[in-house]
């Protein structure tokens, strides 16, 4: 199993979902990773990738060929894919291994261009799911049933969880996220990280740490085309158009 890496040139992206009867963007992100493999990226896939825990076997296989054909494409240009496990895809943890130019792995750490870099999915940090992860499980099955009945809820949640997130007082944090990410991002850039990057929540910024770090989300593809570049230790948050 692979958890430290050394890369120049890495696009980060997380929260595809794809097999999410929600999902009408794997077409941008099919593009994407075409896009990734011709511009010489390596790709981290930060988590939820392929919606397991809301979706059927059926709705992940209609999405999984396309996705496997670009995956292939990376591989076909000499690039390597780096897959962490998220919370809706973590029956890939019995994966969690080198498969060729597929890594599966827990988190990253990244170092480029003299900078260490920390990747992981960030549902650890969810206070949620800490405090009662049979009841978020629950709830996860559940919102998966009423996504299928009325999809427009997801982004009113989503809006929800900013403007709840506005009214916070003393909040050091990327909007929309409860503070305790960026409070687990300062945690552990205290251990010597210079980035530290989550997925998991949806939502998309960046924000300063303390002593120089910076804390990055790249926000879910079900809203944005937004990616984390890394070129030789520059790390920034892009917005992708085809």
């Given at each position: 199993m692979i958890t430290t890496i050394r890369a120049s040139r890495l696009a980060i992206i997380s929260d595809l979902h794809l097999g999410n009867p929600f999902n009408?963007?794997?077409?941008?992100?099919?593009?994407?990773?075409?896009?990734?493999?011709?511009?010489?990226?390596?790709?981290?896939?930060?988590?939820?990738?392929?919606?397991?825990?809301?979706?059927?076997?059926?709705?992940?296989?209609?999405?999984?060929?396309?996705?496997?054909?670009?995956?292939?494409?990376?591989?076909?240009?000499?690039?390597?894919?780096?897959?962490?496990?998220?919370n809706h895809d973590i029956a890939?943890?019995?994966?969690?291994?080198?498969?060729?130019?597929?890594?599966?792995?827990?988190?990253?750490?990244?170092?480029?261009?003299?900078?260490?870099?920390?990747?992981?999915?960030?549902?650890?940090y969810d206070p949620f799911f800490v405090k009662s992860p049979r009841l978020y499980e629950a709830a996860t099955w559940l919102g998966g049933v009423l996504l299928k009945i009325y999809p427009p809820l997801y982004r009113a949640w989503i809006g929800l969880e900013r403007w709840r997130s506005y009214w916070r007082l003393k909040t050091r944090g990327i909007v929309g996220e409860p503070p305790e990410f960026a409070e687990a991002a300062r945690e552990i850039a205290r251990r010597g990280f210079d980035f530290v990057i989550f997925g998991h929540t949806h939502h998309s910024g960046q924000i300063q740490l303390d002593d120089g770090a910076s804390y990055l989300n790249p926000g879910s593809w079900?809203?944005?085309s937004n990616f984390v570049e890394i070129s030789e230790g520059e790390v920034s948050l892009r917005a992708w158009e085809r």
């Amino acid at each position: 199993m692979i958890t430290t890496i050394r890369a120049s040139r890495l696009a980060i992206i997380s929260d595809l979902h794809l097999g999410n009867p929600f999902n009408r963007r794997r077409g941008e992100i099919i593009a994407f990773l075409h896009w990734a493999a011709e511009a010489g990226y390596d790709i981290v896939i930060n988590g939820d990738g392929l919606e397991i825990a809301q979706a059927s076997l059926a709705s992940v296989a209609r999405d999984v060929p396309e996705f496997v054909h670009a995956l292939r494409r990376l591989s076909t240009e000499g690039r390597t894919v780096y897959y962490v496990v998220g919370n809706h895809d973590i029956a890939l943890e019995n994966f969690l291994e080198d498969w060729g130019s597929l890594r599966v792995a827990p988190f990253l750490n990244i170092e480029s261009g003299g900078k260490r870099i920390r990747v992981e999915h960030g549902h650890l940090y969810d206070p949620f799911f800490v405090k009662s992860p049979r009841l978020y499980e629950a709830a996860t099955w559940l919102g998966g049933v009423l996504l299928k009945i009325y999809p427009p809820l997801y982004r009113a949640w989503i809006g929800l969880e900013r403007w709840r997130s506005y009214w916070r007082l003393k909040t050091r944090g990327i909007v929309g996220e409860p503070p305790e990410f960026a409070e687990a991002a300062r945690e552990i850039a205290r251990r010597g990280f210079d980035f530290v990057i989550f997925g998991h929540t949806h939502h998309s910024g960046q924000i300063q740490l303390d002593d120089g770090a910076s804390y990055l989300n790249p926000g879910s593809w079900l809203l944005a085309s937004n990616f984390v570049e890394i070129s030789e230790g520059e790390v920034s948050l892009r917005a992708w158009e085809r």
